[in-house]
């Protein structure tokens, strides 16, 4: 196995493990959504921050799954058009899509940085029923972005080496 | 260069992106941010990147799709899905194209409990593709009846979505929840004739599935429709007596059909959770992608000063009213080609709502015409939430083509629903009417 | 030379309530009283940017005005959101807005706390003054004990637990369902939003209980975009934000009463509350943190609170 794939297959099972992490925190989200509104309807108290929690997990599951999903070829494609290309304009096409992703969402994540530090530099906290700082929160969407952008990276190189026409003849 | 020109060679540049094969969720938002940094500066484009991420998903309202999401895959890991087509196929199976039919009154069915068009289209395609495509129906055919069937549950009450009119439009939320239930019942009996005369012109889309079953063996089928009807019922039922809200309704059904698949399964562990939940992850993935890059480019659009512009137009137009009707209805399909739901709603509304009221339509009447007109937008390429949704959920089994070609005899259906809203007006206003 | 400004804001044109006709009456007269010469465009609805996103997006010039509806920023602007720590206060929207305008002439850290974030705060919209409407009568302190109550934000989970009833988030585009299915009993509103919001055609009685009128929004301009302004275009803006508070204080007044003359017919029913029943549930310790935690921000930044303080009690 080349240098390439082994970072290839590693990274790949560093965002399964993000992606799990991302599916129990959805799994939490129900039961919490399932508490709230069992223990309002039968005790008249709902439970404390529930809310709040339930949109600060929303923002970990999505942001810790984005990367995963473009690994896996999850995000959507229209290839109408470049099917029909020749072979060499379909791999120029290839390319250019996967540089602008990796400059787009290199892009984003600079931004949401910026974001996460003024977060940090004010002490910013979510004001609800309960109280928690929200500089880790806003670090998850630099932190899933940047993962996303990486894989755009990383897909770049395959492409342009032409590891991913390899593999994909020997599996078959 | 002025920002309408801008505005204009972005919507170019999208179209061109979206055809060679970038991913869609780059192509809006790669094009929206260049635009944005075109018109406002680098600066400014990079501060809306830094806030729009954690902005959409910091939402307890868009908490609703990973659950319905959840719901979906527990319900079909639960054999929900093979139970409801056993037993509709006894019931329908002779009939042309019947399990796309009952697709179509499943959702309609399941859109009296959920608002969301996304989780709709998912849930659908989750229990009803499989056993269409096991049972020989046509690819586009299945994954279309799906897509479509989806803004069912925006039409049909609750919807988030008219709510959503209500406020922009100071109209009476009440009042539009209740105008949505005929047409939304009208609606999904034209999906089916829709599916009826498809299969009708080419049989070989839809086998049918010949079974001669007594009518006792129908009755008796009927219990395997049991589980998701009583699911169904418990959320109608939770939502009515005011146990939990439209968006919770989203963690219950999953809670309800995660109880179903334990049953099922017979164990927590033969349920497979962690795939389980990595399908649902990998589904809200691409749904949140999508939904925040096409915020970026419609954030990019309305800084242009193309919305602004087709205002201007509309209003200096001195024609028959039903004209600005049918421009209305243009503009609308083609700005849904390019933008979701709630972003079309918030940059047209203020634009369209006084030209129509200023004409002397009825604002209910138009919020039904609008939902529905922005609901044809989510199915029509290049960008269709709903049919990206179907592909996403599909698990390869249909490519995106595939869906949008099968939609066509489903869009005529939505024109035919959009006459019928124009020519008899009281579909949506004569239940508001009587009920005060 | 003339310029064309950019006005980013949540609001919708089409509400047609005192916010929008205010703004609109803005842009207008900014147009006649600079001759003509400027004008603004506004990108309502959100279109551009979302509440929570304004205040980054006006600082970085893709606006160069916009409204900044500061309790949603209690850490990034704590002076400028005074009012929203002390709930309930006595002091009605137009007595707010002449408070906002004398704090920050009086004290410049008002103003350098908003420079900080590259903005000018050039004119102040208070909420209107708030009560509670409810799905039940509220006649007295005792009717509220176990009533589920809406809040949001910090200071009112404490006013309600204080009442002795139970605060429920929910979300603002789930309220109205939420009190038709009885999951709330009661929403802190005033009258204007009550119908905006159409929660009154499901909760039919509105408990005259004196909230106050909440701080609000601040008209906020891109403090760049303010410094390279002529000084007699300065000038225009300045005054222009001083007769705004005028104009849309009377353009809600007009709102309000309309609202409230509807009323009967819809079958809503005014109740009033005893106003020292809510009065003697302010010292309670949970209310008074609220408050205490404002105070040591406002010494904290060099700001004297005793006066402020005072401003906003019974
Ligand atoms: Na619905
Ligand atoms: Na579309």
Redesign the interface.
Known sequence: MSLFDRIWRGYGRFL?GC??V???T??A??????A??AS??LF???VSG???I??????V??????A???Y?G?????????QRLPGGLQKI??L??LA??A???A??A???W??TLASYA????Q???V?YPLYP??FM?FFG?TLLAVQYVLGLVREATGTEQAEELASK | MTGLEIGLIGIGALFAAILLGVNVMVALGAVGAIGLASIVGVKGATAMLSTVFFDTTHSFHFSVIPLFLLMGFFAMRAGLGEDMFEATSKWLGNLKGGLAISTTIGAAAFGAASGSSVGTATVFTKLALPEMLARGYDKRLASASIAIAGTLAVMIPPSALVVVYGILTDSSIGGLLIAGVIPGVVFAILLCFATYFTVLRNPALAPVVRTESTLREKVYSLRLAGPLVLVIVCIIAGLYLGIFTPTEAGGIGAGLTLLLAIVRQRSLKALKLNQTLLDTIRTSAMIFAIIICALIFSKFLAISGVANALGGFLTTLDVNRWVVVAIIVGIYLVLGMMMDAPALLAITLPITHPVMMNLGFDPIWFGVFVVLLVEIGAVTPPVGINCFVVQAASEGRVSLEDVFKGLVPYVIAGFVMLILLCVFPQLALYLPQTMK | AADTYKWITFKPQGAGDAQAISTQWFIDEFKKRTGDEHEIEVYWGGSVAKTREIPDSLAAGVGDFGDIVTPYFPDKFPLNNAVGFFIPQPKSTIEISGLMEKWHETYPQFAEELARSNLKAVGFRPLESYGLLCTTPIRSAGDLKGKRIRTYGFAYPALVEALGATPVSVATSEAYEALERSILDCTPIGPALAHGWKYDEVAKYYIEIPLGASFGHLIAMNLDTYNGMDEKTRAIVDQLGKDYAKNYAGELDKTISAVRAGWPEKGVEVIQFPADELIAVIDDERIQNVRKEWIGRAEAAGVPSDEIVEELRF
Do not use: D
């Open positions: 399964y992606g799990l991302a599916g129990y959805t799994f989200m129900m039961l919490l959504v399932i709230n509104a309002r309807f008249n108290s709902p529930a809310f709040e339930t949109e600060t997990m929303l923002t599951l999505v942001f810790l799954s984005l995963l999903t473009q896996e999850g995000h959507i494609r229209v290839v109408l058009l470049t096409a290839r250019a899509a602008l992703g400059a787009f969402f892009w984003c600079y931004a949401a910026g974001y004010i002490g910013e906290q004001w609800g029923a109280r929160v806003k969407v972005l």
